[in-house]
């Protein structure tokens, strides 16, 4: 069944590419119509399955060994890939040297109007604190959701066993099971969202034009993303002793799903039922581990925050030493964290930094025509990244989460 899946979605992602190349309008709109829909529907099952996964699992397991365990652990995996990702990037931004480009190209485009988020960091921080219930449920504010479903999931498994507890928690399990459900038949026509999502990439690819003096700050960008996926996150798998090959194929859905989407959060749901149905992770796992790595394992959004800053600065004439390079590797792995999982959030965050230190950001503005296809990548690459801490965290975590189901 797994090798008939393979072969429906390559088939859909050439047929989509076939439907692209085409160009016709009709077409085109078509395929823009049902890819909208698509994200969409996964976006209206991801927060509720991010609050019922976190409040779930904090219920069944409390603020325990156990639950201190976990997130340790994800969160020990989580640092240590963001700073591999991050110096992976440095180190072909040192290898491939991008130049400065033209003075007449940055010149132009300063008339563009580029603006960086007014939103500063205390601003941030406090929106992350909820002052609603209902607000950061409407809002999509994962962060402050998070803060919720801690609270009130632990907060359940402190009460005392009575039927109140038991209904509480058989409700929210029931809701739970619906939303898989839901998710389930989602990933049953996923096929028809690959044929859209690829037509619409390529007829987006083939509007855009790349400027030749950006080829080695693309080749830096996609090259370290493409080594932490394929080198570094597996060399992960392989000294937890997991296999990334069987890893990999399992979670093909939520990857493939992530480069279309460019939204790790509206991928969630695919996330966690590949995670879960395909290669085994414990539920207590993967509904505790998977909505916290959305919200801080940005493994990409490191690589391009650091790299696109290197590159900004450079164009603005400020020196570039070893010392400002590993200064803001540590700046891009902790402004990486915390990023949300939505399109161009590392764009906006790296222009807010820019901004910050009183970089001319007209370089920014030449980035965002070809930030689309760097989203697409670097989104892929978040969500295999979140799929290997979670195998981490299950691997790690088997014989404690196992004793405490018996």
Known sequence: MNKKQIIIWLAALAIGVGLGFLHVPAIDTAMNFTATVYTRLFRLLAVPTIVLAVITTLASLGGGKELGKMFRT????????????????????????????????????????????????????????????????????????????????????????????????????????????????????LPLGIVAFAAQLIAEAGAGIMADSLGKYVAVIISGNLVQMFVVLPAFLLVCRLNPVKTFMGMSPAVLMALFTKSSAATLPVT?????????????????????????????????????????????????????????????????????????????????????IGADIAVMGIIL??????????????????????????????????????
Request: net charge negative.
């Open 74 to 189: 994800a969160l020990t995996y989580t640092l240590l890939t963001t700073f591999s990702a991050a110096a992976v990037a440095l180190g072909f931004y040192v290898l491939i040297r991008p130049g400065n480009l033209p003075v007449a190209v940055t010149a132009a485009e300063q008339a563009t109007e580029v603006t960086a988020p007014s939103t500063s960091y205390a601003d941030h921080i406090l929106s992350v604190v909820p002052d609603n219930m209902l607000k950061p449920l409407l809002e999509g504010n994962v962060l402050a959701l998070l803060l919720i479903c801690f609270a009130v999931g632990i907060a359940i498994s402190k009460m005392p066993e009575s039927r109140p507890k038991e209904i509480i928690v058989n409700g929210l399990n029931g809701v739970q099971e619906i939303l898989f459900t839901l998710i389930r038949w989602l990933i049953a026509i």
């Open 272 to 356: 966690m039922e590949s995670a879960e149905q395909r290669i085994g992770v414990n539920k207590k796992v993967s509904r505790f581990v998977l909505p916290l790595c959305t919200t801080i394992n940005m493994n990409g959004c490191a690589a391009f925050i650091l790299c696109t800053s290197l590159f900004v600065m450079q164009n603005n004439g400020m020196s570039i030493s070893w010392t400002t390079m590993l200064v803001w590797l540590l700046i891009s792995v902790i402004s990486a964290v915390g990023n949300a999982g939505v399109p161009m959030g590392c764009y906006f965050l790296t222009l807010s930094l820019m901004s910050g």
């Open 369 to 406: 025509p070809i930030y689309t296809i760097i989203d697409m990548i670097e989104t892929s690459e978040n969500v295999w990244s979140d799929s290997c801490v979670c195998a981490i965290t299950d691997k790690k975590m088997e014989k404690s989460v196992n004793s405490s189901e018996v």
